[in-house]
């Protein structure tokens, strides 16, 4: 008797698996889609460095059809010298219903995107915050037709992404001239200012050429093209 309920006891359970039927099957669908967990950890292994993450950010200011770019590279003491980003231009502005499309959308729809454009279809600026800055709080303010906003996207440091554009911060009467201002807390270190400038005046001589009014500023010093 013993042993029968030993070998009772011992019988595998029946399985609990769901058994797949074609019925489930979805044959078709428009679109990638995409794991929002793996989604930073795969743009950051696409072979951004530093410098394409601050170009990225001067191409998109030069297709705002700013005529003044000014670019902050600084190593942050009270962050252990990581380095903070930042990009001032005077171009033409972002309204506020085009924030989050322009920093937390990968990719603008093709619709409106302009194919003479700098910018690398519109993943410029969203790509540039994911790979520079790890963990931390970006803090973006914009000025069109005399519109002022501001935009904060935060990384955690376990792949967690959020935004936030508050209304209270929005002013429809600034009187303040049209422009960009970005700040990004960069978890990056080791990479000074020399060859940035060193590569700028190299990159933007082209469009320099184009446009003699075109003024580029790095840690306060006048690109020379």
């Not at 191409?59 to 001032?88: L, M, P, V």
């Not at 937390?104 to 995107?113: A, H």
């Amino acid at each position: 008797m013993k042993i029968k309920e030993e070998a009772a006891i011992q019988q595998p359970k029946k399985s609990t698996i769901k058994t797949f039927t074609y019925e489930d099957l979805q044959t078709s669908g428009v679109g990638y889609e995409f794991d929002k967990d793996r989604m930073l950890k795969a743009f950051r292994s696409m072979g951004f460095n530093p410098l394409h993450c601050i170009f990225e950010f001067i191409d998109n200011s030069i297709d705002a059809e700013s005529t003044i770019i000014k670019i902050t590279w600084k190593a942050n003491k009270d962050r252990n010298n990581q380095f903070d980003f930042g990009c001032n231009d005077d171009g033409c502005g972002i309204e506020p219903e085009n924030m989050h499309p322009s920093f937390c959308v990968v990719g603008t729809p093709v619709d409106n995107y302009d194919w003479d454009r700098t910018g690398h279809f519109g993943m410029g600026g969203s790509a540039g915050i994911m790979n520079m800055m790890e963990s931390g709080t970006a803090d973006i303010s914009s000025v069109h037709n005399n519109i002022y906003c501001t935009l904060y996207i935060t990384h955690t440091r376990e792949g967690g992404m959020s935004w936030g554009l508050p209304k209270d911060k929005i002013d429809i009467n600034s009187n303040l001239p049209n422009g960009t201002n970005i700040k990004i807390p960069t978890n990056i270190t080791g990479h000074t200012d020399g060859p940035i400038k060193r590569s700028a005046s190299v990159v933007y001589y082209p469009h320099f050429h184009r446009d003699e009014n075109f003024k580029l500023e790095i840690n306060g010093q006048n690109i020379a093209f």
